[in-house]
């Protein structure tokens, strides 16, 4: 069963059939920018971007906000239509499922009709509501949706497919084609079949709307009319994004400016947005313009959005203190730049940041990676892998203001991977010359300048990890490994340098090295594209003539089997307690416990706001215990139970408390545990029902007692000693069945 997080007005909850995808404890940083669609309910704008909807209330100016973190199924929002009478509105998605939303909860739709062996694209181009029914316009056709009983009528299949539909009070459908403008009765009995259908005018249609009448557009002309006559608008436009009938009005939406005309055709005013838009929106005579990179824009020029990165793609996050900054960049299956030409995202602990740097950057954008200084927090340094001299290199901002760009040639081949802070605040980047070295650049901050120093052979680098004293840098591609570099904490002298590359003689399962973490024993957890391998005491293994690396086994039916064998390993995260977060290419997300042979959690796109299962980086704030998932497709955030963990107790929570059953069925969850907390649970006359031993900071109990029954409800105390017994704590929880 699921709780639903209602949308709009009543926030109450349903239980419907379904997956858990969201809970209090998820959150997005998803980009609100890209305004897709606007509608209006009762004083409230509503709002359909990429990844979530808003709502802005216009007199008091509150925003909220509805993504897959809180009620939605999916992100990729494609289309969006909502009817203020009966309160329904429908999301459309790129993958072709859709979110029916009413005010008792949310309804998600995967069986939308398809032809017998489509391969086509599935995403929902456009919907369109009139009472109980709405007309669903999609790469294969069109389909009736009747919203009271949340299931398809009729569905008809187009040869070229359908852009835009809409439907009529006397329940006509008219779709805009590559092949003019059709229509049909949806209570007539061959509306299924396409050859049945009346063409009412040829071209290549895109945008069509209805109310008081109907206009449709080509991509530079609009035509207006009652259904069987129009006429066109004497206006020519250059690109037409939208067209939208209101009971007045009818709106149009041209690339970066709006024309508002009666119903007659005659102008009334126009628009300049200076920048790209989506569409707009006339609410009590005010215009509010759907934007593609600012939100919702008032007549003033005000951007109404909630605040959020500049655009979903992300690729990398580093966080210090209240800091975010996410990097955009990324690479193929070679190893190859994805020029997505973005920059990075910077949140300075009160407003997320885009810098204008990139908006008016020339050349290719490739920012695989950007990390903040620990002691310098209004400095951020970036690295931009690109093929192009003077473009590529590492770049330094202060106050997200250029300030110097180094090693910039690069004769073809420069790739940088990756940059790092050690504990002493020394900054390494990782790098590959000529396809043909692997090795690093070391930043002096005296001279402002950098170093390279070449290692070992190798053609390409992933972002490295510095810790006690010792680099270590992935390689990715063949040939590659792990280089553990120990500069011995003295990072400029280098005639004491020591190294050790690991490959398959080291028993890794691939010589493609993706990731790399340190765990809380000292130990080394090494992703690769074919499986995971850990190296225990690595100051040590660098001198061994043949270090071997173990894989994790686990029990499988009474058979020991590798975890994660022949899986590309994307990231690896260990928390305060030791616990490790590993994200697998396509296989979401599994919390492990220390030693890795027990799944503690699995988070993947189905069950959880994940927006994909490939999850590029994942981040522990220790502060917090929040874990950052960053996806191509945009950020999500789950609040974790461990914090900073040491040999004493923290603040110790107990949650939820009191446990009543008819509200939850869950285990009650205890944070804020020593590395290692004995735990004893009594009743109110002292009698011992259960007892555990937790390590990492956290423990959950099922509310059973030592005979696996529930105890009875009452107050129970939960008395709890750190390993040496210098620490004590307790607690109490009530229980009502």
């Known amino acids: 069963m699921k709780k639903i997080i209602l949308f709009l007005f009543c926030v109450s909850a349903l239980n419907l059939s379904s997956q858990i995808i969201s809970s209090s404890k998820w959150t997005d940083l998803f980009s609100y920018n890209n305004v897709l669609s606007i509608r209006e309910d009762n004083g409230k704008l509503i709002a359909a971007t990429e990844n979530g909807i808003f709502y802005y209330t216009l007199q008091s100016g509150e925003l909220k906000k509805l993504s897959k973190a809180n009620g939605l199924h999916e992100v990729k929002i494609s289309a969006f239509d909502y009817n203020p009478e009966t309160k329904i509105g429908l999301v459309g998605y790129k993958n072709g499922s859709m979110d029916v939303i009413t005010p008792e909860g949310i309804t998600y739709v995967v069986d939308i009709p398809i032809a017998t062996g489509y391969s086509g694209d599935k995403k929902i181009n456009h919907i369109s509501i009139n009472g109980n029914l709405a007309v669903i316009s999609v790469g294969y056709g069109v389909s009736i949706f009747k919203l009271d009983k949340k299931e398809f009528a009729e569905t008809c299949f187009f040869p070229s497919g359908v852009r835009e539909a809409i439907i009529t009070k006397d329940k006509i459908v008219y779709a805009t084609t590559s092949q003019g403008l059709k229509s049909k009765g949806t209570e007539e009995k061959d509306f299924p079949i396409y050859d049945k259908w009346k063409t009412i005018t040829g071209g290549n249609l895109t945008q069509i709307s209805n109310g008081n009448l109907i206009a449709y557009a080509t991509l530079t002309q609009v035509y207006y009319g009652t259904g069987t006559a129009f006429t066109p608008i004497t206006q020519s436009f250059s690109s037409i994004q939208d067209v939208l009938v209101t009971a007045q009005n009818i709106i149009v939406t041209d690339s970066h400016k709006v024309y508002i005309y009666d119903l007659s055709g005659n102008i009334i005013k126009t628009y300049e947005a200076n920048e790209n838009l989506n569409t707009a929106f006339l609410s009590n005579s005010k215009l509010y313009k759907g934007s593609k990179l600012s939100g919702i824009l008032n007549e003033e020029g005000d951007k109404i959005k909630p605040d959020g990165p500049y655009n979903n793609t992300s690729y990398k996050i580093n966080i210090q203190g209240e800091q975010i900054v996410i990097s955009t960049g990324g690479r193929d299956a070679y190893n190859s730049p994805t020029y997505r030409n973005l920059g990075y995202y910077h949140f300075d602990g009160s407003t997320w940041n885009y810098p204008d740097f990139f908006k008016n950057f020339s050349g290719p954008l490739n920012v695989l990676d950007v990390v903040i200084n620990p002691v310098k927090p209004d400095e951020i340094f970036f690295v931009n892998q690109t093929f192009v001299d003077n473009n590529m290199g590492i770049y330094r901002m202060k106050n997200n203001e250029f ?40 930043y002096n901050a005296s001279a402002d300048a950098f170093s390279s120093i070449n290692v070992v ?28 570099y120990d500069y011995k904490n003295t990072a400029t002298t280098l005639s004491d340098d020591r190294f050790k590359i690991l490959k398959k003689n080291n028993n890794l399962p691939t010589e493609r090295v993706v990731s790399v973490a340190l765990d809380k024993n000292g130990d080394v957890w090494i992703g690769t594209q074919g499986g995971l391998r850990i190296l225990q005491n690595p100051s040590a293994a660098i001198d061994e003539d043949n270090p071997q690396a173990d894989p994790i086994i686990i029990e499988e039916n009474g058979v020991g089997e590798e975890l994660f064998r022949d899986s590309h390993v994307l990231q690896i995260e260990v928390d305060q307690g030791n616990q490790k977060w590993v994200s697998i290419d396509d296989g979401g997300v599994f919390y492990l416990s220390s030693n890795g042979e027990q799944t503690l959690k699995q988070f993947t796109r ?132």
């Open 457 to 484: 052979s190798g053609t390409s680098v992933q972002k490295p990890l510095a810790n006690s004293g010792i680099l270590y840098i992935p390689a990715p591609r063949t040939n590659g490994g792990l280089l553990m």
């Open 606 to 737: 189905a069950n959880s706001p994940l927006p994909t299962n490939s999850v590029t980086d994942i981040k522990v704030d220790s502060k917090t215990g929040k874990v950052y998932f960053v996806t191509l497709d945009g950020v999500v955030v789950y609040q974790g139970d461990v914090l900073e963990v040491t040999e004493n107790f923290g603040d110790v929570l107990v949650y939820p408390n009191p446990v009543i059953y008819a509200q939850y069925k869950g285990n009650v969850r205890i944070r804020g545990l020593a590395a290692k907390t004995n735990i004893r649970i009594t009743d109110a006359a002292g009698n011992l029902v259960h007892q555990a031993i937790a390590r990492g900071g956290s423990y959950e109990w099922n509310l059973a007692n030592n005979r696996g029954v529930r105890v009875a409800s009452g107050i129970y105390f939960v008395l709890m000693t750190n390993e040496d017994g210098t620490d004590t704590s307790t607690a109490k929880i009530a229980v009502v069945n």
């Open 403 to 442: 300030v110097k760009n180094y090693e910039t040639v690069g004769t073809l081949y420069n790739r940088i991977g990756g940059l790092t802070f050690d504990e002493n605040n020394q900054l390494f980047v990782s790098r590959a010359k000529d396809d043909v070295l692997i090795g690093f650049y070391l």
